[in-house]
């Protein structure tokens, strides 16, 4: 074990942490606004990834335009549900919009089937991004490097959405207080719908650039989404500094579970998880009452 | 107008009682049922797919010259999901519902185990796997109403270990295999094989990743960590891909020797996989080089629009082996047909190959050889393949019994 090998161990890390931090930061960012819990999140994330096979593969269209048109069909199916759907179960119990999301999950399942298949997919890296950076022994694919890149621009765009911008001012002021920002004039429904798009766009980002990693398959979503709850729930729900900080620890105890003790790697995560609900239930750097982002 | 009446009263009697003669024959002319039960979504969608595509070709082919015995072939095809929950509800619903008469099926090893133990066996249906093969279903849970026309998961591991411990300078293995009953057994049988043929052999590390795994960086940084000679995999399918795109930019096949699966299947959903691969499949339409495959491969190709895998192939042989079964018994009644399967010796697509009664095993071969490109597919096919034999991969039949007998023990 040397030096080079802990550093190769600690990008892989890195990597895994970025792709589960650009997935759960939407989720995390919706919870924190609208308060609905989004269970057909990973079926927007799957939707992504296949349409930007249609755009890149199918159509040719190049590569960085394929990911950008797919987020944004993704965020216009979104607010479509948003406005259709969603908004109908704004405070009604929690198993009711459990079960509306649920729904949504099995419904887009089978459209992905009827359009696609059941075969496997593969979108091809961009050649800028096919290789490897060296560092001395250590190896670092180029497209981990812009996933970690995209995932830190992500984090800091919404920040600065949600401190630089009026519309994100007024978002966090209506999560604060829904009365007193309805009572200014404001129009609470359309804040929503625009916190959720923003939302599902990441979320379609996510899929798009996480098309070229593996295949693209029917069910992609069931294998990465429970871990996208999981670094929700340890950084806290609705806390984008916090999902971050969960996915680098998430994606960090990943990569060195499976070197050094396999056995228990895949159980780490939720390990984890289950040692920040005994500790600090409203997870890292939730506030316990939520109600900040 | 009397006389003309009786003459009709007669001719309608007589023609009731001709009618009433053939209504036993007609029964007779219902067609034979088949249940198809394979996972067709989830992680073998596409392996499915083919196997079932195939078995309808094979179905449509049987039918236009007559049927068996006379009569039709019907099938019901199921997806079981890759789920043992529902390949058991879908394989149940096929005998007690549609009454089929036989199984064909599964595809995942887990969901084919399941309705082997219960279902074929609970309700006496002949179960004929044609893809799935984890060996424990004709050994330790075997039982007389399931047979395999596949190369189990013991004899595929042990013809790539015969094959890999030929290579002088593989010293040091590393091995990742899926985290279930296939992955684990196959896995388990090529460290067996390679270290019993080559005691210099040594095992630095084994991954297990669960099937659904979609990020491999950390396995493949973590194996060439240990720098080993040569990495085995039973990766397949969506995993392969993953692994293998991710594994590129790193230099992993430069650096380390890759025995892997090599089915078209998969190759079909990695274009990247590089050339001098050690691969081994159980058999596809490139590797044999008879009449009946070629003739099977543009039927295929001209219905569906894509190459028939190994998993059409063998499906397609399946149907054939329950024909030839049921014929050689005369009848559809399950005892009988049961009979007629045990040391039956029929020609498939692949070569002439009788079926084991001891173990219901069919001495099936495999292939493996050394992936190159040909700019006549677009996947990668191996070259120089050794067809290695069912006989020399298979297990004795005292291999069997002490295998049982351990296995009653426990």
Known sequence: ?293 | MLRSGRYSTALSTALLVLASMAMPAMAQQQPIKIGVAGDLSGAAASIGQAWADALKLGADEINAAGGILGRKVALSVRDTEFKVDVGIREAKDLVLREKVNFLLGGISSGVSLATSTSVSKEYKIIQISAVANTHRQTVELFQRYFFQVVPNTFMEGRAAAMVAAKQPSWKNYYTIGYDYEFGRMQAGAFVETVKKLRPDVKIVGQHWPPVGETDYTPYITSMMAAKPDVVYSNLFEAGLAAFVKQALPYGFFQKVKFVSFADVSSMMAVPEMPEGVLGYTRGEFYCENTPQMKKFTEAFLQRYKYYPVSYAVMGYDSLYVLKRGIEKAGTIETEAVLKALEGLTYEGLRGTFTIRAFDHQADVPEYVGWTVKDPKYPFVILKDIVKVPGSQIMFTEDEVKQMRAAAAKK
């Open chain 1, 1 to 293: 074990m040397t030096a080079a090998d802990v550093l190769g161990q600690f990008l892989s890390g890195l990597a895994r942490a970025g792709v589960l931090f650009l997935i759960a930061a939407g989720l995390s960012f919706i919870f924190g606004v609208v308060k609905i819990v989004n269970f057909a999140h990973g079926a927007l994330y799957m939707v992504g990834a296949f349409l930007t096979y249609s755009f890149r593969v199918t159509l040719g269209v190049p590569f960085w335009a394929s990911i950008v048109l797919a987020a944004v069909c993704v965020a216009v199916i979104g607010i479509g549900m948003e406005v259709f759907l969603f908004r109908r179960v704004y405070g009604r119990p929690v198993a009711d919009q459990l079960l509306l999301t649920f729904a949504m999950v099995l419904i887009i399942h089978d459209v992905v089937r009827l359009a696609y298949g059941s075969n496997l997919r593969s979108v091809p890296r961009p050649p800028l991004l096919a290789g490897a950076v060296f560092l001395g022994d250590v190896i670092f694919p180029s497209y981990y490097i812009f996933i970690v890149l995209t995932g830190t621009a992500v984090l800091l765009g919404f920040w600065a959405f949600l401190h630089k911008t009026r519309l994100g001012k007024t978002i966090r002021a209506a999560v604060g207080n829904r009365e007193m920002v309805a009572c200014l004039g404001k129009p609470l429904p359309w804040l929503f719908t625009a916190a959720f798009a923003a939302g599902v766009f990441v979320d379609g980002l996510a899929g798009a650039i996480g098309a070229p990693l593996g295949g693209i398959r029917l069910g992609m979503d069931f294998d990465i989404i429970i871990l996208a709850f999981a670094t929700v729930i340890v950084g806290g729900f609705g806390s984008l500094p916090g999902t971050a900080l969960a996915a680098f620890i998430i994606g960090e105890a990943y990569a060195f579970g499976i070197w050094l003790m396999p056995a228990i790697a895949l159980s780490l995560p939720f390990i984890i998880m289950a040692a920040v609900l005994i500790v600090r239930p409203w997870g890292l750097l939730g506030r316990s009452g939520g109600g900040e982002l």
